[in-house]
């Protein structure tokens, strides 16, 4: 019998499912389970086409429309996903393997809440008038790019598909969207309820496909803009092939961010925040902070606490069980990712506080690691793992912390927790990272801009800020006055 995950076609273009039984297969297997609950294919070259010109000619009829009425339908789409959030984060669950108690507060949701945002935003979003010299006056209008290419990493299928789209329709553009290979269900409905909620044909395509298809959409005439959540490795060449043809990039990548705990920070919550930095979504969030560095005084009490509430807390189990809430790792390869780094730590002298251990059952499980007494040269402590490993670094004073904490190539996030208000906002000034927390971590919310800097990325989602990566500004310039020329 087939299985519910399974979709009916591979692609979505031009507002409907189309299949090519041609392109490479793409295994979908449930992380919970390791079995294959659905097969799709890749893109071929005829699908590739066939998606940007549906996008290609759809875009200057969606531009046209006016921003209240791109608005409208992003609204309608936020209502459609909000109603169906329950068979949305079950597929999310059997797309990701991520706890259904997760995924049920904040995919779904959070793709919601991108296509309300920016479907609100999209009525006002104008140009300005810019009075001159004389009477002479210019002003801006504000442009639609054309067609833009989202490109997304496994770990928010349903959300990265709205954090592109929502803002790039809002602003009169056009989408074809690649999920990750390893996750390529969610997107596919999110496509289906953008045509629902009154998008046009072709304003929202999604084609499936692994890194080869990617490079071919990045590269096409017809796109104007690209955007990629992803690694570093995979955000170089993206740009760079992008930078080759002058197309306008977000980069939202990878990153090794530093959450710092001062002594006086009030312990239950510095717990809290380093295992909302570390542990969610089974450790598969880009901005964790992996690198939590506690100062001297309070480091025994957090690692005995943090123990302590791991051991009680974590339950490992069926995903779709709404008691459980640690899932298994995406894939085979992101585990055996985590079982490498996890022997480093050991073999670099990292002492193991708790977890190491790998339950014995199908599908792709870890439990939860510690370690303590990492140093900054240790692998765990400079590479990106992607996996549930938190590293336990020590500090004495706030300079060195900082240096520290700074001394890495990445720049997506990071994080303090401390009682003292003026070192907070002092930290947080110094810290080399787009995406800053005090006293929390990991909120994202869609009012806020969200990106990183150095290697982690360039642009930002989310908020007004993002309008300005997906649109750009015509000047006209009106002379009032006889026009002077020298000669
Ligand atoms: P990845 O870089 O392997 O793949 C990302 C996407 O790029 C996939 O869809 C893949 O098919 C595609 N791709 C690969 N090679 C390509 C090429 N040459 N041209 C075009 N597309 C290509 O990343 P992943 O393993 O899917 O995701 C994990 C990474 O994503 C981690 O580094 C994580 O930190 C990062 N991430 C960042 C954010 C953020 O917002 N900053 C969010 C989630 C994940």
């Known amino acids: 019998m087939t299985h519910p995950a399974q979709p009916k076609a591979s692609h979505y273009i031009n507002g409907e499912y189309v299949e090519d039984t041609s392109g ?32 290609k000619n759809a875009q200057k009829e969606w531009a046209a429309m006016s921003g209240t009425e791109r608005g409208r339908v992003l609204r309608r789409a936020a209502d459609i996903m909000r109603e169906r959030n329950h068979d ?17 507060e904040v995919d779904a949701t959070s793709g919601a809440d991108a296509l309300e945002y920016f479907g609100g935003l999209a009525g006002s979003l104008t140009g300005e008038h810019i009075p001159l010299a004389g009477g002479d ?23 990265i598909a709205c954090w592109k789209g929502a803002p790039a329709l809002a ?43 990617g490079a071919k959409l990045v590269t096409d005439p017809r796109v104007a803009k690209v955007s990629l959540t992803g690694s570093v490795p995979t955000g170089k060449k993206v740009y760079a092939a992008a930078a080759a043809e002058m197309k306008h990039v977000t980069m939202e990548l990878g990153g090794k961010s530093p959450l710092i705990i001062f002594d006086d920070a009030d312990l ?63 894939n085979e390869n992101q585990l055996n990712i985590v079982k490498k780094y996890v022997a480093l730590g050991q073999e670099e002298g990292a002492r193991l506080v708790t977890g190491g251990g790998y339950p014995e059952k199908d599908g792709f499980w870890v439990e939860p690691v ?22 336990v670094l020590d ?36 810290f080399e990272a787009g995406t800053c927390y005090i006293n929390t971590y990991n909120l994202a919310p869609v009012e806020a801009p969200f990106g990183g800097s150095k290697a982690s990325g360039v642009g930002r989602e989310n908020s007004k800020l993002a309008i300005n990566h997906y649109s750009e500004m015509k000047m006209v310039y009106v002379s009032m006055n006889d026009v002077e020329a020298p000669f």
């Not at 004073?397 to 190539?409: D, G, I, K, W």
């Open 24 to 55: 490479a297969e793409i295994p979908v297997i449930y992380p919970a389970t390791g079995e294959v609950i659905a097969t799709l294919h890749a893109a071929t070259p005829a699908i590739v086409d066939q998606a940007l010109d549906a996008a």
């Open 88 to 104: 949305l984060s079950v597929l999310e669950t059997y797309d990701t393997g991520k706890p259904y108690q997760e995924t049920s």
């Open 137 to 159: 006056f210019a002003y801006t209008i504000r442009e639609a790019l054309g067609v833009c290419v989202g490109i997304g990493a496994w770990n928010y299928p349903t959300q």
């Open 171 to 213: 602003c009169g553009n056009t989408m074809v969207f690649k999920p990750s290979e390893s996750t390529p269900l969610c997107a596919l409905k999110v496509a289906e309820i953008m045509v629902e909620a009154g998008a046009p044909k072709g304003v929202y395509n999604v084609v499936q496909g692994y890194g080869e298809v």
């Open 268 to 330: 239950e919550n510095a717990v809290s925040g380093a295992i909302l930095a570390n542990f969610y979504s089974t450790g598969q969030v880009c901005s964790n902070g992996t690198r939590v560095f506690v100062q001297k005084g309070i480091k025994e009490a957090f690692l005995a606490r943090l123990k302590e509430r791991l051991d009680a807390g974590i339950k490992m189990g069926d995903p779709m069980d709404p008691e459980v809430n640690f899932g298994p790792m995406v």
């Open 370 to 391: 510690v370690f303590a007494d990492v140093q900054d040269d240790m692998t765990i402590a400079r590479e990106e793992i992607f996996g549930p490993v938190m590293s």
């Open 395 to 430: 500090f004495d004073t706030e300079e060195e912390v900082l240096a520290r904490a700074n001394a890495t190539e990445f720049g997506l996030a990071a994080g303090v927790f401390t009682a003292d208000l003026t070192r907070g906002h002092r930290i947080a000034a110094g």
